[in-house]
């Protein structure tokens, strides 16, 4: 029953950027048969799965370019005229290449990082390293969180030129390294590194330790993206390394759980079911996780092929849960958590105190699928949102996202994931051990006068991973 459930998948959102993108498209006539085609197809399939089909317009124009036709058809999300609209599907030209990135799978160097912008204003920018990518060319290269760069193949970064300089060709790209300077200003120092794009499989349980203080025993990890395991593996490799974890935390006696969602835009459904399995307190396989809703077409055919319980997840019995010695869990959040994240918050609210420490999360409970042509005839990868979730309680109201109980930003001095001196994590051990223990951390003067953010490459994950359902009609 839990293997079949689990073949649908909530998916997170394309960063804010390619959002915008979508919504101020151009209107390009294809021309092109293929494309018509193209277009023919993927009407077909909204019509049966977007949760929204009763909202396609009647007469859509079959000659627009495919990326053009999609755009047309969606139902978007107007704060004023469509509030319950959708933000969040997308289309994208190689099936195989969306599903790879859905898995964690992609070619990169194995940078995350942000842009930002310097406080004097002007296109002049600097990077800022998240994280690496374990074995990744990045990581190989001596790239750590915190380091600031300035230019690439001798390039200074711009707002008209780091997305070509970072993410585009897969040659070798000379990265020069930042410093502050007496100014408080990032400035290029004599350091470059080289790397070069590859394949890379991201492993999401990053990092997890321990903290004792008196009778305080406090697990920490930090989790980048719900996926089970390898792309087009069928061994859970991930999943399994998470009950390692907790059950190595259960072992320890672990009575207060901190999860680092910051950087996690979402993935697998069956993923955050098995993390709140290993998390609630009380729960077993009788207790609903969450619920979700498709459209009314749909609706009759998935219950009469599956049975009416198809439409609730319940938590799995897991011999390493420790919410028997939780309270409460901590959970570290940012404005990129998102999508499963939140159906994780969302689920455990009714069975344990659940408090956000970070930024408010995205906004997202729906789920969407992978569609592609069984035939392969046609290459395109439909991502279409067809699903709302709500928890045990049938509360699904966070389409404005989760606020934190207690707000924090990173900043731009980045500490180790572990380092007390982080804000996220050290506002978490306060609230749990009652003291500040950390080492002293950076005032704000000696922080780098910087603007906005323009730009975080977490926020182009597609997280997820490969469709195991396969759809009718197909």
Not at 347 to 355: A, T
Not at 388 to 410: D, M
Request: aromatic share 12%.
């Amino acid at each position: 029953m839990h293997l079949r459930k689990n073949y649908f998948i909530l998916f997170l959102s394309l960063s804010s950027f390619l959002v915008s993108c979508r919504d101020k498209f151009e209107v390009v006539r294809a021309g092109n048969p293929a494309d018509t085609e193209v277009n023919k197809w993927v009407h077909d399939n909204m019509k049966q799965w977007y949760f929204w089909n009763d909202k396609l317009p009647e007469t859509p124009d079959f000659t627009l370019t495919p990326q053009t036709f999609f755009q047309s058809i969606l139902y978007k999300y107007d704060n004023s005229l469509r509030p319950d609209g959708d933000r969040f599907s997308w289309l994208q030209e190689s099936a195989d290449e969306l599903k790879a990135s859905l898995s964690g799978q992609s070619t990169s160097t194995g940078i995350e990082y942000r842009m930002i912008r310097y406080a004097s204003g002007g296109d002049d920018l600097y990077g800022l390293v998240t994280y690496t990518d374990k074995g990744s060319s990045a990581e190989k290269a001596g790239f750590r969180r915190g380091d600031y760069f300035t230019h690439v193949n001798g390039q200074k970064l711009t707002v008209g030129n780091y997305r070509a300089l970072l993410t585009t060709g897969n040659e070798a790209k000379v990265i020069t390294m930042g410093a502050l300077d007496a100014d408080k200003k990032v400035v290029a120092t004599s350091t470059n590194r080289s790397v070069t794009p590859a394949v890379i499989q991201s492993d999401p349980v990053y990092f997890d330790t321990t903290f004792v203080k008196g009778d305080k025993r406090v697990g920490y990890v930090v989790y980048h993206q719900f996926i089970p395991g390898p792309n087009n593996s069928t061994v859970k490799t991930y999943d399994q390394e998470l009950e390692k974890v907790f059950a190595d935390f259960k072992a320890k006696g672990v009575n207060e759980l901190v999860m680092d969602l910051r950087y996690n835009r979402g993935g697998y459904v069956s993923s955050a079911t098995q993390i709140a399995s290993l998390i609630g307190k009380g729960v077993s396989d009788k207790d609903v996780f969450y619920y979700k809703e498709y459209n009314k077409t749909v609706t009759p055919d998935l219950e009469k092929q599956y049975g009416k319980d198809f439409f609730q997840d319940n938590f799995l019995n897991k011999s390493q849960n420790i919410g028997g010695n939780l309270n409460r869990v901590f959970f570290l959040t940012s404005t990129s958590s998102a999508s499963a994240s939140e159906l994780l918050i969302n689920g455990l609210k009714p069975f344990m105190d659940v408090f956000l420490v970070g930024g408010t999360t995205v906004g997202k409970n729906v789920g969407s699928i992978t569609i592609s042509d069984k035939t392969n005839r046609i290459k395109w990868g439909i991502q279409p949102i067809v699903s709302r979730s709500s928890n045990s309680l049938r509360s699904s109201a966070y389409t404005a996202g989760f606020e934190p109980n207690v707000a924090k930003t990173e900043g731009t001095v980045l500490y180790p994931y572990g380092d007390f001196r982080d804000p996220l994590l050290g506002e978490a051990l306060f609230q749990i051990f009652g003291t500040r223990i950390a080492r002293r951390g950076v005032d704000e003067t000696d922080r780098p006068g910087t603007g906005p953010d323009v730009y975080s490459s977490i926020d182009k994950k597609a997280a997820g991973g490969n469709m195991f359902f396969t759809l009718p009609n197909q």
